[in-house]
């Protein structure tokens, strides 16, 4: 389990195709901290990292992962939200993030707004159905507010740490993006239509 804050901002080191899937070599300043086998949060999607060497982790991603998130087009070089799995001591500063990605999103808007930037992305509707004013939404691996929503689109307001400390602080209309939501609402949705 994660809390969508992000530890670190890492990069895309080296990636490996094959028939099988991909093998993404990521460097981090966070390797220190990660074992093989241990659970990491690449842009929302949780990876087992298979071997660790100096300031870089490897990890596998298999073809149904590729089908179904933005890493299917991630590119050497692309900066990745990176976070470890939570500990039983730790704070619990975001929201319950499984890692499973419910869907992609495509960045529609990007408007300054103070110091502050608001983003908004138009997401599938069997994610916006879960989508509400005020509720919680992982954007490749950041647990964030909804500021606002319509019938296709939400939006959210990034401050300047997350600007900063996130791959978010450089996207632009047209970047895709994974997309979770709360996994409460799946919960409370399948209870009351049983």
Same mark, same amino acid.
């Given at each position: ?20 899937? $991909? ?122 507010? $909804? ?48």
């Amino acid at each position: 389990m994660f809390t969508g804050l992000v530890a670190d901002l890492g990069e895309i080191v080296e990636i490996e195709h094959s028939p099988d899937g $991909v093998r993404l070599h990521v460097a981090t300043q966070l390797s220190p901290q990660i074992g093989e086998g241990d659970s990491v949060s690449v842009n929302g999607v949780c990876l087992t990292a298979t071997a660790i060497s100096g300031s870089r982790f490897s990890t596998d991603v298999m073809n149904e992962t590729l089908r179904l998130t933005s890493l299917a087009e991630i590119a050497e070089g692309a900066p990745v939200n990176l976070e470890l799995a939570m500990s039983a001591t730790d704070r619990f500063g975001g929201h319950i993030v499984q890692g499973h990605v419910d869907g992609v999103g495509r960045i529609t808007g990007v408007t300054p707004d103070g110091f502050s930037s608001r983003v908004t992305i138009a997401a599938p509707e069997q994610v916006m159905r879960y989508i509400v004013h005020k509720g919680s939404i992982t954007v490749d691996g950041i647990s964030l507010t $909804v500021a606002e929503t319509d019938d296709r689109s939400f939006t959210v307001s990034l401050i300047p740490e997350t600007l900063e400390r996130t791959n978010l602080g450089a996207a632009e209309p047209g970047t895709t993006v994974n997309l979770e939501v709360d996994v409460v609402a799946k919960y409370v949705e399948r209870l009351i239509n049983r």
